[in-house]
């Protein structure tokens, strides 16, 4: 039997069992992403991923949020986290599901999966989100009206998040204080967000001095004014430096169109603190239309997902910021006749919660995800000249310590994803990079091919490249020792 017929084999064995999700089905076979590309050069091998316990940290996280409105069930992706390889999950920790009578803590469910992380060799990042109705002027459990605001509600808020860190403080080192205040769902003003994040964030630092906190987790990349008004109040209170990041959500149809607002925000930051960061962290295309929620209406398909996640992913690391993928598993939020499946999942899920397989992102971030870990750094005074007037990104990494770009990334990036596998030629040069053994890396498939004799020449600190085949998703030129093959 073939690798592939093993392992499809396997997944009829599995879908017979009630315990799916302690053996989840991921195919290993070479071939596992299936999809028309041809770039003409001979196939040498594929990525081996890396689990979670090979990689000693990263900048890649996956969301694993909404168990704390039972949205998702943890049980039915758990397993598929530490062979993905991304280092981080980002918990919404969930007061109203904690509390549910005054004064009496549940953690079960949170000590489930932040136990699991850490077994694994994955961070959790905790949100301090939503409110809780057990209290008057508690808040809802939701994005819409969810913030506590009476004296008693705030008092109780304060006491779980003094609770939930103490709780965590050996095992979550970090934080981030809300979802989205700035949706016009939630309506708070910077000013109440930011009392609110102050307030919840000297707590944390109380107990857990070297924690790390993100303030809010913004829906917006663009609305600078709205965090210019939170940061005066914080700065107004000699406060900035409770704060590693401001986070930050967007969702552009092509990815890239997101930066304009990106590079907004981190001037603002700038002006505020020297010390401030970006992390973006949350963000992900469907992979078929869905009628409501970011990046609806649109006739997404597995291929422009696995596309659209791996081009803002890496977007994000070339500019320097750490970065999240939207989401583990397909959320299904069952609100009656309003019930909808939200389909960002890299796992599709079907409208009982239950995990069915991973799509092709999965695959493709687990690719990401064995390339991109620490060791990997933006490298300084490298440039590219291309022969295509198209748009394309491209962005330079080396090594440790190595003096000079060793891996480039790059894709046509001047339209939003598509369906095409179609290539263009492109001849490039690179200053400031260097490559003892290249190869041509496709992160969709993980493909890795040799490149042919003659099309890489070398001039001082310049080295050329003939008729690289390009298209509008990532792929990788080289060293192959960067490379882990099979």
């Known amino acids: 039997m073939t690798g592939h017929e093993i392992a499809a084999l396997a997944f009829l064995l599995i879908a017979g069992v009630s315990s799916a999700a302690a053996a989840p089905y991921i195919d290993t076979s070479a071939d596992r992403v299936k999809t028309p590309l041809n770039v003409g050069w001979k196939r040498i091998g594929t990525i081996r991923p890396r689990g979670t316990g090979e990689i000693a940290s990263s900048r890649l996280t996956v969301g694993c949020e909404t168990l704390d409105r039972d949205y998702t069930v943890f049980d039915e992706y758990k397993a598929y986290l530490p062979p993905l390889g991304v280092k981080k999950i980002r918990l919404q920790a969930g007061w109203a599901k904690c ?40 808040g809802s459990p939701g994005l819409l009206g969810s913030n506590p605001t009476s004296p008693e509600a705030l008092s ?101 169109d997101s930066y304009r607002g990106v590079a907004k925000l981190r001037e603002l930051v700038a002006r505020y603190s020297p010390n401030l960061l970006l992390r973006q962290g949350e963000n992900g295309a469907p992979s078929t239309y869905i009628p409501s929620f970011a990046l609806c209406k649109i006739y997404w398909t597995e291929y422009t997902q696995a596309k659209y996640d791996l081009r803002r992913m890496l977007g994000d690391l070339g500019r320097d910021i750490e970065t999240s993928v939207f989401t583990i598993i397909d959320i299904y939020y069952d609100w009656g006749r309003d019930a909808v499946l939200n389909k960002k999942g890299l796992i599709e899920a079907d409208v009982t919660k239950k995990a069915v397989r991973p799509k092709v992102a999965y695959y493709a971030i687990q690719n990401l995800a064995a390339v991109f870990d620490d060791t990997l750094q933006l490298a300084a005074g490298f440039t590219c000249e291309r022969t295509t007037a198209e748009s394309l990104s491209v962005f330079g990494f080396r090594k440790g310590g190595a003096a000079r770009a060793e891996l480039v990334a790059l894709w046509m990036d001047g339209e939003a994803p598509t369906n095409s596998f179609a290539t263009t030629p492109v001849d490039l040069t690179f200053t400031g990079a260097q490559f003892r053994n290249p190869v041509l890396v496709d992160l969709m498939t993980g493909a890795v091919y040799a490149i042919p004799a003659g099309s890489l020449s070398r001039r001082g600190d310049k080295v050329s490249l003939k008729s690289v085949p390009l298209y509008d998703s990532p792929m990788l030129i080289c060293d192959r020792s960067l490379i882990p093959i099979r």
């Open 99 to 138: 509390e549910k009578a005054k004064g009496v803590y549940d953690w079960k469910w949170l000590d489930e999966a932040v136990d699991f992380a850490v077994a694994n060799g994955i961070v959790p990042w905790l949100e301090t989100s939503y409110g809780n109705p057990v209290y008057p002027g508690g």
């Open 156 to 256: 109780a808020w304060d006491a779980w998040v003094e609770a939930m860190v103490t709780r965590y403080r050996g095992k979550v080192n970090e934080w981030e204080i809300w979802n989205e205040p700035d949706h016009p769902s939630q309506k708070l003003d910077p000013e109440t967000i930011a009392e609110l994040s102050l307030r919840t964030a000297t707590i944390i630092k109380r107990i857990q001095p070297g924690a790390r906190i993100a303030a809010m987790g913004m829906a917006s990349n663009s609305n600078t004014a709205y965090l210019d008004r939170f940061l005066k109040v914080v700065s107004a209170a000699g406060k900035l430096d409770l704060f590693q990041w401001v986070s930050y959500h967007s969702y552009d149809v092509r990815p890239e």
